[in-house]
């Protein structure tokens, strides 16, 4: 099944309240061919993230106003940016720490200083995965709309196969009456199709089964059965 994926360039949100942090953090980034865009506050961010709904998020910890704890937060509830590759800047080394921001929805960290082959190397592999998240996404919608198709297209055929079956035939002087049934399997296959007609047989056949077992004595067919 073939996929689009869009050749513009991702967009990349930094966020950093330091402004030499986020002019160093833009200039390692621009030469990558990213579409760039600044925020110095978790406020600020919000705004640029709504507005532009960024592939990459690169965040400072510590802010003040709003941390980057609570900007993450923030875009992994969201409905339509949970899948945003969020790395967050700290200098914090604690364990509690990292995991206290992997449970808040982080997707990786980078430690400061940052290092800038590093951090051009771990937007490349967050970029991957966001694109790789994307593609999935189409081809789920995608099956989600043949599958629609394919429901609507077989409730007509139903409808239309209902159609062709004949009337009911009334009781003739043997009292059998014949009655057409549609059922329609679940799922497809000869396996389905074949029970299907396996059990309208076999309604049939009890129907003249019950049929001859209902004569009267010294009526046509009546079979007398010693004990």
């Given at each position: 099944?073939?996929?689009?994926?869009?050749?513009?360039?991702?967009?990349?949100?930094?966020?950093?309240?330091?402004?030499?942090?986020?002019?160093?953090?833009?200039?390692?980034?621009?030469?990558?061919?990213?579409?760039?865009?600044?925020?110095?506050?978790?406020?600020?961010?919000?705004?640029?993230?709504?507005?532009?709904?960024?592939?990459?998020?690169?965040?400072?910890?510590?802010?003040?106003?709003?941390?980057?704890?609570?900007?993450?937060?923030?875009?992994?509830?969201?409905?339509?940016?949970?899948?945003?590759?969020?790395?967050?800047?700290?200098?914090?080394e604690e364990v509690?720490?990292?995991?206290?921001?992997?449970?808040?929805?982080?997707?990786?960290f980078l430690s400061?200083?940052?290092?800038?082959?590093?951090?051009?190397?771990?937007?490349?592999?967050?970029?991957?995965?966001?694109?790789?998240?994307?593609?999935?996404?189409?081809?789920?919608?995608?099956?989600?709309?043949?599958?629609?198709?394919?429901?609507?297209?077989?409730?007509?055929?139903?409808?239309?196969?209902?159609?062709?079956?004949?009337?009911?035939?009334?009781?003739?002087?043997?009292?059998?009456?014949?009655?057409?049934?549609?059922?329609?399997?679940?799922?497809?296959?000869?396996?389905?199709?074949?029970?299907?007609?396996?059990?309208?047989?076999?309604?049939?056949?009890?129907?003249?089964?019950?049929?001859?077992?209902?004569?009267?004595?010294?009526?046509?067919?009546?079979?007398?059965?010693?004990?």
């Amino acid at each position: 099944m073939a996929f689009t994926v869009s050749v513009l360039p991702p967009k990349v949100l930094i966020v950093d309240d330091d402004r030499t942090m986020l002019a160093f953090l833009t200039l390692a980034l621009k030469s990558q061919g990213y579409d760039l865009y600044q925020a110095q506050s978790g406020p600020m961010a919000l705004e640029q993230i709504e507005a532009i709904q960024p592939a990459l998020i690169v965040c400072d910890w510590m802010m003040p106003q709003m941390t980057g704890l609570e900007v993450c937060h923030y875009v992994k509830q969201h409905p339509t940016l949970a899948s945003t590759f969020f790395i967050l800047l700290t200098a914090r080394e604690e364990v509690a720490d990292r995991i206290q921001g992997l449970d808040t929805g982080a997707d990786e960290f980078l430690s400061k200083p940052v290092n800038a082959s590093e951090l051009r190397a771990r937007v490349r592999a967050g970029l991957r995965l966001y694109q790789s998240t994307q593609a999935l996404k189409q081809v789920a919608q995608r099956l989600k709309d043949q599958k629609q198709l394919l429901e609507v297209e077989l409730k007509e055929a139903a409808d239309y196969v209902s159609s062709l079956l004949p009337s009911p035939l009334a009781a003739d002087r043997h009292g059998i009456r014949i009655q057409s049934y549609f059922l329609p399997s679940k799922q497809l296959g000869l396996h389905s199709a074949g029970w299907s007609a396996a059990f309208i047989i076999c309604q049939l056949c009890r129907g003249v089964e019950n049929g001859s077992q209902s004569r009267e004595p010294g009526s046509p067919g009546y079979r007398r059965r010693d004990h």
